[in-house]
């Protein structure tokens, strides 16, 4: 049965007002880096809550937002998830990754340790829902997750860039070890790991230049 249609209208703007709206947002997210050193300065639960609420907000294949954030500020939890990731980092950065990943690497300056893990005082573990349980019980297929919880994550980088909080995308691999930790079932698949606090007060991040736009944009054909 199709939905019932509400009216949808967006605000009048200008082209005046959309250029100056545009440099002004561009020069917010442009600030936006990957962090990976830490202040353990609190984040209240209320203000991730608003981040998570701008992130569901994202589009989602046949609207089943099929994406869940497990967020973790237990010490104990974050220590677990350290060790595991730690072990197989060290795993891949030792062993499994091809030297040209590495060299790839290289100008970021990663390594296999994630003392950021402990420190940043919210880890938010995003998954991608494949099938979702309904309440009686049956099985719900979800439609296009991993692009859909892809667009949810990017969603709430930029709400917790805007909120003045830090976040880096870590992708410890292989991350199924993070579906145990959190009590996932097996329709759940890692996806994210979203580590989210202030910067150290002495926080750096490497100077890297952002490959330019017109490299991305193709105007026709
Ligand atoms: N998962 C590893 C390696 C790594 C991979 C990519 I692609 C990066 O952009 C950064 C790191 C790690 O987190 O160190």
């Given at each position: 049965m199709p939905a019932p249609r509400i009216p949808y209208a967006l605000p009048a703007r200008d082209q005046a007002w959309q250029a100056q709206r545009g440099d002004e947002l561009l020069g917010r997210i442009a600030a936006r880096r990957s962090c990976r050193e830490f202040s353990p300065r609190p984040v209240p639960r209320g203000i991730l809550e608003k981040a998570l609420a701008i992130a569901h907000t994202a589009p989602s294949g046949a609207n089943r937002r099929p994406w869940r954030f497990v967020c973790i500020n237990d010490p104990e939890i974050k220590r677990e998830i350290r060790i595991a990731a730690e072990a197989e980092e060290k795993e891949s950065y030792e062993r499994r990754m091809p030297d040209e990943w590495l060299e790839a690497l290289e100008p970021i300056?990663?390594?296999?340790?994630?003392p950021f893990l402990e420190i940043a005082p919210w880890l938010v573990v995003v998954f991608q829902i494949n099938q979702e349980e309904r309440p009686d019980g049956s099985l719900h297929k979800c439609y296009y997750p991993a692009e859909s919880a892809g667009l949810a994550c990017g969603f709430f980088l930029w709400a917790c860039h805007e909120l003045g909080l830090a976040t880096l995308t870590h992708?410890?691999?292989?991350?199924?070890?993070l579906r145990d930790i959190c009590r996932r079932?097996?329709?759940?698949r890692p996806f994210l790991l979203i580590p989210v606090g202030y910067p150290a007060r002495d926080a750096t991040v490497p100077d890297l230049p952002r490959k330019p736009l017109s490299d991305a944009v193709q105007w026709n054909r």
């Open positions: 300056g990663t390594t296999w340790q994630k992708t410890p691999s292989p991350m199924n070890f079932p097996s329709t759940e």
